[in-house]
């Protein structure tokens, strides 16, 4: 069903933000690896007029190959095979690459994990790529041990500690398919994935940490493998063993013949694994996508394509330095701890800091705590993270030194501009350059993205294509639409990274991409362009409401309430209304030691009038200490949605960070 779109509104603070540019800073133009917009637009516009000369070149200078291409692509839409006839190995890109060079003896992951409490040092462990080529290898022999082949689609559901890396590449190693599950999913949402791959192989933990309490992932995994549908069938019955780290001492279940201790299987397997030969579309790992209805999308990627658009984007934007210490806050469970905490770095042979916990425990300041003692130079998190930071205000970020910070990127929503200057601001000094960049799932990497060294900012907006994305601004009918109007953002040409599918549903896949613009790769998002050619995300499209004729952004709706000073965070929805067709419902989460009142609402309502006008005014705001969340820091707008409608909460919660904060929700409307 085809979805509406036209011109979201534009308020004021976003105009004059766009009329704010900032140059890349002159260290990063003399010495980065696109060093001005004129080298950016040669290579963009070779990447997309002559794109198999300009992949191959690429594909011959970043990837170790162990037999070249036939063709660099095959494109029968939306069938897209990159680098056909070839054969390589992504664990031999991102490790045995690195060993007989400088880099073997350089630390390749470095993490840290969350402290007991106040004072408390987490555990800390570091890994050389020397020592971390020799886990995987032993972790690959495991998962052989205990019948793993190639094809076989393996389950893992760790915290985010090394092992969970470490999994990732000892499947890719002996060309097993990974499906990684995040940590805060439910048995259900297991099973579920379980039966869809018909994965063979769970690995798991005992538990993880969050927050100082144990997430006990062992007894989710248990759960998960008794559950049935509803004709009584196990829906995880293709599992056949389950590997299992031990993080903690607490007790559990160990079923005989199937369930393994990680530990004592490396004491039987020697660290010699040579990395398979696999052909260039290989299936490398099925990550899944949940919805508010009908079951996960097992997103799938394969070899090459995936590697080399991970390897470059990690590479191009964020300037990325032998020297650099470098931290995606992401968690593994989702792409972009895929893309750009695993794959992208060891791929550039880069350090990589990961940390399990949160990042306000057991204080505000641990993020900051853990920049000052790691001397971490690049920085990649979520807008939702910043906003916190935001609303915890400036004093802990100022406890420590952030001077090691050379750059500073965002990922998983549009940024609005106040939260974009406050990090470039605040925890930048104004000296980092910031990446705001747009991609997907399907994408695999990163496709609209500032590159530090070549592309003048604007605060809230992707601003360009990465080399090789044709990315489109259109109405209804596929035709462009004028600048700053707005429309469907669609990607009008084949790209390494793209997804090739979704796992056993080849019919969803063209229906739910290939099939809302044709010809097109459908995004989901609205989008705009400014006079400069800049990309505006405004969310997606069924962010976009219809209130008495007029076609408003809820982006932009948020992005005028957090403008206001006492406002940390706010999520717009709509609900149904008779006389407007929908209203809009206001969900704001104001600063610390900023009481809410009648007077308080009423004057954010009349300053989203002054900042879009009078038809954008928010028909009902309504306070909460906190919004409804992912474990990865994504606000739930469809609970909100539920919500504001007065409806009963339906579809998958699993992933919600805390499920009190809808409980009190619920209590403020009673």
């Known amino acids: 069903m085809a979805t509406t779109t036209s011109a979201p509104s ?80 992504v664990c031999y890109n991102c490790l045995d690459r690195h060993l007989n060079t400088p880099t073997a003896n350089k630390a390749a992951l470095i993490w840290e ?32 041990r205990n019948g793993v082949q190639k094809g076989d689609r393996v389950i893992i ?32 949402s297991v099973a579920d994935r379980i039966f869809d791959s018909q994965a063979k192989v769970v690995i798991t933990a005992d538990g993880g940490f969050r927050r100082g309490s144990v997430v006990p992932l062992k007894k989710s995994v248990d759960d998960a493998l008794a559950l049935k549908d509803a004709a009584g069938n196990l829906l995880a019955k293709t599992i056949e063993k389950v590997i299992v780290l031990r993080r903690s001492n607490h007790e559990i279940h160990i079923q005989e013949g199937r369930d393994v201790w990680w530990h004592r299987e490396v004491q039987n397997v020697e660290a010699d694994c040579p990395a398979e030969k696999l052909e260039s579309e290989t299936p490398l790992f099925i990550l899944y996508t949940s ?34 210490v470098y ?37 505000p300041d641990r993020f900051w ?24 205000g400036p004093q802990w970020p100022d406890k420590h030194d952030l ?48 590159l530090p060294g070549a592309t003048p900012t604007k605060p809230g907006t992707a601003t360009l294509p990465f080399f090789g994305v044709v990315p489109e601004v259109v109405d209804d009918q596929g035709h462009p639409v004028p600048k700053n109007s707005g429309g469907k953002l669609v990607l009008r040409r084949p790209w390494p990274g793209m997804l090739r599918g979704i796992w056993g549903d080849p019919a969803r896949f063209v229906q739910t991409y290939w099939s809302e613009v044709p010809g097109c790769y459908f995004t989901g998002d609205g989008c705009r362009q400014d006079k400069d050619g800049y990309y505006w995300i405004v969310g997606r499209i069924d962010d976009v409401l219809n209130v008495a004729g007029h076609r408003i952004g809820t982006a932009e709706v948020e992005s005028a309430l957090v403008s206001h000073p006492n406002v940390a965070e706010a999520a717009v929805v709509g609900r149904s209304d008779d006389l ?45 200490e906190m919004l409804p969340k992912t474990r990865s820091g994504k606000i739930m707008r469809r609970l909100l949605k539920q919500i504001a409608g007065g409806g009963e909460i339906k579809g998958d919660t699993t992933t919600l960070e805390d499920f009190s904060v809808l409980a009190r929700l619920a209590a403020a409307e009673e």
Request: some cysteine; overall charge positive.
């Open 580 to 624: 407007k067709g929908q209203a809009l419902v206001a969900f704001v989460t104001l600063k610390t030691g900023i009481l809410a009142s009648p007077g308080i609402r009423e004057e954010l309502r009349l300053h989203v009038a002054r900042e879009i006008g009078p038809v954008a005014k928010p028909d009902d705001i309504r306070f909460a």
């Open 113 to 144: 994990g969350e402290p007991a409490g106040p004072g408390t040092p987490g555990e800390e462990r570091t890994y050389t790529y020397k020592q971390l080529h020799r886990e995987v290898c032993l972790f690959a022999n495991v998962l052989k």
């Open 327 to 363: 931290w995606c806050t992401a968690d593994v469970g989702w792409v972009t701890g895929h893309s750009y905490v695993v794959y992208g770095p060891l791929a550039n042979g880069a350090t990589s800091l990961m940390y399990e916990g949160a990042p306000n425990y057991p204080e």
């Open 403 to 450: 001077s090691s910070l050379r750059l500073l990127g965002t990922v998983g929503e549009p940024i609005n501009p106040e939260a974009w200057m406050w990090y470039r601001e605040v925890i930048g000094h104004k000296r980092c350059p910031i990446v705001d960049t747009w991609w997907q799932t399907e994408t695999g990497g990163i496709m609209i993205t500032p």
């Open 369 to 392: 705590r853990i920049v000052a003692k790691y001397g971490v130079t690049i920085l990649y998190t979520a807008p939702t993270a910043i906003r916190a930071f935001m609303k915890w």
């Open 10 to 89: 534009v308020n004021i603070t976003t105009v004059l933000h766009e009329n704010r540019v900032f140059p890349p800073p002159k260290s990063f133009a003399k010495a980065a690896w696109i060093k001005s917009m004129a080298e950016y637009k040669k290579l963009y516009h070779e990447s997309i007029r002559q794109p198999e000369k300009f992949w191959a070149r690429q594909a011959k200078e970043e990837l170790v190959w162990f037999k070249p291409w036939k063709s660099v692509l095959q494109w029968k839409l939306p069938q897209a095979k990159w680098f056909a006839g070839g054969q390589l190995n």
């Open 291 to 324: 919805g508010s209805t009908g079951k996960p999308k097992g997103i799938l990627h394969t070899t090459a394509g995936y590697l080399l658009q991970a390897k470059l984007t990690t590479k191009y934007v964020f300037d990325l330095r032998p020297e650099d």
């Open 157 to 188: 559901y760790l915290p985010m500690t090394p092992e969970a890396a470490m999994a990732m590449l000892a499947c890719a190693r002996i060309g097993a398919v990974h499906s990684v599950v995040f940590g805060g999913f439910s048995a259900q």
